[in-house]
């Protein structure tokens, strides 16, 4: 049965538009006016975007557990103490699945491309606000417990993740209608200035992460004395620190295909190494939080800011809903009457595709 099925063809870097195009990778594309139904077929094909699909959609799978088995405990609902792990394991839910899926279909056309990360940028800010909203419940060191920073923390964090998603999405293209429309891009694209975009993005995400990591890093590597919460998860904060670092640098460095292009394609390219790193960092970070949450428990209840829905559930759906806006506003100049334009395209899938 399988035999009948027939698998996309795939390309060469100089076969598909620049807009398409990865550094280093040489061959593997795929069609760049892929149907959706091409797409989902090419998940069971070696691409160069095979392994990222999978080694995000996998752990989707994981995470979702977790989120079950704590969403199946009878007193979850009534424990406000737990929200914030409910918030955290939703977003470590939500953002290997936007990726997922921003790879798996981010071939059908040039704008949804653009459309596909812009998702996959708004989830990977949502996951830097879950983790914002947990260490502030649980991670805390001592000493820091009720100060004006840790009591303004989170808020800051809401601001840092609008500003991640803003920015990482106009590193893309720019303004919306200001700078492009459906058929006109006046001045910044990303195509034209691939460095720029890359800093631009990286900037974007390094911020709030690097906020987000303040009380841990303080409390892991500068804390000494009484009040520095030095208990055996510190080992596993580490774990996951190195791992976030790593995860970067394979971001930044797109290292090792970058030392030998064309080697790479398939297996083992920088994007593939971030995506496990990334997971692997995700693992141990949710893995330290369970144990500070147990181990504080008591002494966070009695010392602690109260987990309330304004601190926890509100300022999640809030991040939500408003980079769900910024995600709109930035497509909607991408959604307008070129759909007809692309639909011709596909009509023609052996035009060349300059």
């Known amino acids: 049965m399988l035999s009948l099925i027939r698998l996309p063809r795939v390309f060469t870097i100089n076969q598909v538009p620049k807009v398409f195009h990865e550094d280093s990778i040489i061959s593997g594309y795929r069609h760049p006016y892929s149907s959706a139904t091409d797409c989902v077929l090419s998940l069971f094909q070696l691409t160069n975007e095979t392994l990222n699909i999978w080694t995000h959609f996998l752990p989707t799978w994981y995470f979702l557990w977790k989120l079950v088995t704590v969403v199946l405990m009878q007193t979850v609902w009534r424990d406000s103490f737990t ?9 470590c839910c939500i953002y290997p699945l936007a990726s997922s899926c921003a790879h798996t279909f981010s071939t ?3 704008r949804a491309r653009h459309i596909c990360f812009f998702f996959d940028y708004g989830a990977l800010s949502f996951y830097s606000l879950g983790s914002a909203v947990i260490y502030s419940a649980y991670v805390f060191p001592d000493k820091w417990v009720n100060s004006l920073f840790h009591r ?5 964090a809401v601001l840092n993740a609008v500003i991640c998603t ?3 999405c106009y590193s893309r293209l720019g303004l919306p209608f200001l700078q492009y429309s459906h058929d006109i891009i006046k001045r910044f694209q990303e195509s034209q200035s691939p460095k720029f975009s890359k800093c631009l993005r990286a900037v974007a995400f390094a911020y709030p992460c690097l906020f987000d990591n303040i009380p841990l890093f303080y409390r892991v590597f500068l804390c000494v004395g009484e009040g520095c919460t030095d208990n055996d998860t510190n080992i596993l904060h580490c ?11 394979l971001f930044a460095t797109h290292l090792p295909e970058r030392l030998a292009p064309g080697s790479f394609d398939y297996i083992g390219h920088s994007h593939q190494l971030f995506h496990v790193c990334g997971i692997l960092g995700t693992h141990f970070q949710m893995k330290a939080i369970e144990q500070d949450m147990v181990t504080r428990r008591p002494w966070l209840i009695q010392h602690s800011i109260p987990v309330t829905f ?5 300022v999640a759906l809030l991040c939500l809903v408003v980079n769900l806006s910024i995600i709109i506003l930035y497509s909607l100049p991408l959604l307008s009457s ?3 334009r692309e639909k011709k395209r596909v009509k023609n899938p052996k035009k060349t595709f300059y």
């Not at 914030?84 to 939703?90: D, E, Y």
């Not at 774990?239 to 995860?247: D, E, V």
Request: hydrophobic share 60%; glycine share 6%.
């Open 83 to 91: 929200w914030p792990l409910l918030i955290f394991l939703l977003s």
């Open 166 to 168: 803003s920015l990482a």
């Open 338 to 340: 070129a759909v007809s």
């Open 239 to 249: 774990y996951h620190i190195s791992l976030a670092f790593l995860t970067g640098f």
């Open 310 to 314: 304004s601190n926890s559930v509100g």
């Open 152 to 156: 303004w923390y989170v808020p800051i």
């Open 108 to 110: 059908m056309s040039a």
